[in-house]
């Protein structure tokens, strides 16, 4: 189970031409899904199934590379916009791919017995914080450069004016 959760997790993290779910968790989807009313926690996994376990893994991975993403993509319309060079501070702000998959193989341990993975489950919320963080991070680059625009019209128009 480690193994396809790694390799679903290695799937969505990596590069975009991502392998079938069926090649990334051989045999796991052999297990009927039974599904359940909301867990402790409030969601609708039930984890001590294998194959649900690998499907939140890989839930936790996508949701990671997508922040990641878009906040590669806003300093890249950032960079575009100013003309300036790319500011990438705000990818500094996300907890690295060790953290994760450290947190995965913890939690893959205990997960079966448990039904739980506390370790995934905070890595999630720190990557919500960072990609908040990240926002307003770049909310605050875009009106600095939006300040300086609107400051630099204002000039060009008293100029005009005096002269």
């Known amino acids: 189970m480690t193994d396809a959760a790694a390799?679903?997790?290695?799937?969505?993290?990596?590069?975009?031409?991502?392998?079938?779910?069926?090649?990334?968790?051989?045999?796991?989807?052999?297990?009927?899904?039974?599904?359940?009313?909301?867990?402790?926690?409030?969601?609708?996994?039930?984890?001590?199934?294998?194959?649900?376990?690998?499907?939140?893994?890989?839930?936790?991975a996508a949701d990671y590379r997508i922040a990641r993403l878009e906040t590669e993509n806003r300093a890249l319309r950032a960079a575009l916009a100013s003309g300036d060079a790319l500011n990438e501070s705000s990818q500094t702000l996300f907890p690295g791919l060790g953290s994760f998959m450290d947190a995965m193989n913890s939690d893959m341990k205990q997960v079966s017995v448990t039904g739980r993975m506390p370790q995934l489950r905070h890595f999630e919320q720190r990557v919500r914080n960072s990609d908040t963080r990240a926002k307003i991070a770049d909310a605050g680059r875009a009106l600095q450069l939006e300040s300086a625009r609107i400051a630099a019209a204002k000039a060009t128009e008293a100029e005009r004016r005096v002269g």
């Open 7 to 60: 390799a679903l997790a290695a799937a969505f993290i990596g590069p975009a031409g991502a392998s079938p779910l069926q090649e990334c968790m051989p045999g796991v989807f052999d297990v009927p899904f039974q599904s359940r009313d909301l867990d402790d926690f409030g969601g609708l996994y039930d984890l001590k199934q294998p194959g649900q376990a690998v499907l939140y893994v890989g839930l936790i």
